[in-house]
């Protein structure tokens, strides 16, 4: 119960200008509703005063027709009245939109005049010249390099970097490190000896 009755109410977003939209729309509805019952009023008054004339009342039908004219003089003022309210209605909503533009940019505005608290023209236009002497700095040691540089030297220095290209795109496998596999006893006679053996053996199946 104390939670209850201990919070805090938050503040209404309807404003005062939403209030007064509100009430003009509601007191258009109830103007064209008028408008609607009494041109229902006055089409049966219409077909009342022709009746009378055919029943030969023309004096009734004439008091009849003349409250139909002034009523009709009131629908004209209904109208007027429905057209300022609606115009009424406009000229707020779009106050309000006025208003909403207008704070957009009272905060766009604080926001720049930080902006320019933090870093003023001064600032500005010393980190240009700053920018601007470092590449004219780096523009004079460029021209430095490229005059104490002879042709010769170009053209060596671009040997090098083609040499490095292709160091780069053609790469030979590694040499094996393991040890070489152990050769039998017989490979290691000599090939003369070998020979000789196999021209002995005719003459031994000769004998």
Known sequence: MGNVFGRKS???????????????????????????????????????AKQLLKDGRKEKALVLLKKKRYQDQLLEKTDNQISNLERMVQDIEFTQIELKVIEGLKVGNDCLKSMHEVMSIEDVERIMDETQEAIEYQRQIDEILAGTLTQEDEDSVLAELQALTQEEEVQLPDVPTDPLP????????????MRAKENDRPEMLAA
């Open 10 to 48: 938050h503040p209404s977003r309807i404003t005062e200008q939403d209030r007064a939209i509100l009430q003009l729309k509601q007191q258009r509805d109830k103007l064209k509703q008028y408008q609607r019952r009494i041109t229902l009023q006055l089409e049966k008054e219409r077909l009342l």
């Open 182 to 193: 152990e050769v039998p006893e017989a490979a290691n006679v000599q090939p003369g000896r």
